[in-house]
């Protein structure tokens, strides 16, 4: 990409959009105005402003009208530890609403030195075909070849025939080839832009994957300052109890907290806690298996683990993984008490290209269907049973042709509309809100659906900072956790800095990678409004105040003695509306630039 759109004094960006239309084949660079950059930075607020921008209001997610938007941040290939991810954005095919996914890995940093701070794919191919972007141009390639294989297998051939050092794929398997509603974007093997259906948008627009690779140096406000303030960063994470935490144990830590909270969703959301929850545990997975630390581009958190499966029927399987929510959806709610076994469904998940949150609550959801003889389906805990499932929704092959639908259509299409546990189309992952009843409210008003990620608040509810019964008090403190988050997914760091990186870092990182001067209280507004952009987009989409809800279970079936009540519910959404400036209904007005 040659064409210069520097503006004027803010550094960071390219100030430049690539746009590829696969119907005509086609692409060229845009200029990306200062204005948009400094109301949202990169990530999350530039995806969020060209998602409202570009998508045409009621597309059908599937149909070639639907863009597909990348985007990465002003602190993306610079020396900032944590912030190695990109941002994909759409109109999601699993809820018809406001679509985000973020993955980790060594992407980011090739497609920011490709030269452009956005990627908008439009239109459709009419064969398979894969794209290659660099700092030299975008080329179009067949991917006749490819249609059909499973991710690793193109993710290396892709990069096999591009031949090009420390080039790296994004792509899709068969799921979303065949447009399952809760495909994924895999890279780097293992790594995933896994929730909301964006691997279907690929499949829909016959794209099999990108291959990114740059060269390109973005200046910087003060490079300098900012390897300082990267410097500090790592010294105080290396001291940080949290992050060694993290470093020793990874995400599965979260399979004792939650069974000792009563908070790990069990038996398709019916209990709190698991018996010989121990068997799934972090402990064991360190005991029983090869583990080693593995860690996305520039991290000193390194909460990655390479396993491999010492003994037993899939001794030599190595995945990077499983992650807690992989273990929770196998583990919790199919009641499948094998960290081996569900290894071997995280790999089969990651092959076929299947987000596991999502893969996991249909596979419980079909397993409980099954137990009330609503139709022929593994019984809980069947670990080949469940791998056969989730081959059949890939392949849309006899009942996996509805699975693949979602929960909504599915759950409709066998009369279980009572016990499928989502909000808005998509399924919460594993905090139980009952218990945390912070959650309970994320859940109920992410715009992407049941979304822990958005504020992550199950960290705070279990770490202490504030009870996790605790119900009004919480709303302030949500907003402020999203905000700051919204900032996070703008720059865009991983959420795991979130302890060590206050308003006050976030501050002064900006100013040193962009120029910008941003206070606190400047960047909460910041995050505010880029969460409005988000809410602006379902709104327009037909998503009103009755969508901020949860399923009538979590507030009518107790878990240990617990239930998150309608009332206290529909107070904390009415104080969040207030706090976010929206009007009674929800509606936030109009926020584009
Ligand atoms: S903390 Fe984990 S997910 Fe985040 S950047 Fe580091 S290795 Fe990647």
Known sequence: MEQDYKETD???????????????????????????????????GLGSHLLLKEVPPQVDPLSAANPLIFTCGPLTATAMPGASRFGVYSKSPLTGGYAESYSGGFVAPQMKRAGFDALIIQGAAKSPVYLHISDSGVRLHSAADHWGEDTYQTEEALLAEVRQPGAQAVVIGPAGENLVRYSCLENNKWRSAGRTGLGAVMGSKKLKGIVFHGSKDCELADQGCLKRLARELTSRGNHDPGVAK??????????????????????????????????????YLMQHFNVKPRTCHRCFMACGRLTTVREGRHAGLTIEGPEYETIFAFGGLC??????????????????????????????????????????????????????LLRQIAFREGIGDILAEGILTASSHLGLEDI?????????????????????????VASRGACHLRSTFYKFELSGAIAPDAVQEKVAML?????????????????????LLQ????????????NLRMDSEALSQMGNRIISLTRAFNYREGFTKEADSLPARFHDQ????????????????????????????????????
């Open 420 to 444: 499928a546990i989502h909000v808005k189309g998509m399924e919460p992952a594993g905090y139980d809100p009952r218990v945390l009843k912070g959650m309970g409210l994320a859940y109920a």
């Open 503 to 514: 308003w006050d870092n976030l501050s002064d990182i900006i100013k040193a990678a962009t």
């Open 558 to 593: 107790p878990i240990g003695g617990e239930v998150i009540s309608r009332e206290a519910l529909a107070r904390m959404v009415a104080d969040y509306y207030q706090a976010r400036g929206w009007d009674t209904e929800g509606d936030p007005g109009d926020f584009l630039v």
């Open 10 to 44: 803010l550094l960071g960006f390219w100030n430049a959009l690539l746009r590829v239309d696969l119907s005509t084949g086609e692409s060229c660079v845009e200029p990306l105005p200062d204005k948009i950059l400094q109301a949202g930075l990169g990530g999350k």
């Open 335 to 388: 009641l499948i008490r094998d960290l081996a076994e569900i290894a071997y469904l995280n790999d089969l998940c990651d092959r076929l290209g299947m987000d596991t949150i999502t893969s996991g609550n249909m596979v419980a959801f079909a397993m409980e269907a099954g137990q009330r003889g609503v139709l022929e389906a593994p019984n809980y805990g069947d670990a080949d049973g469940a791998a056969v």
């Open 479 to 499: 907003v402020e956790v999203e905000n700051r988050l919204a900032i996070f997914d703008s720059l865009i760091m991983c959420r795991f800095y979130r302890d």
């Open 246 to 283: 993290y470093r020793m144990y990874g995400t599965p830590m979260m399979v004792a907290i939650n069974n000792q909270a009563g908070s790990f969703p069990t038996r398709y959301w019916s209990a709190g806690s698991l018996d010989g929850w121990e068997q799934i545990s972090a402990d």
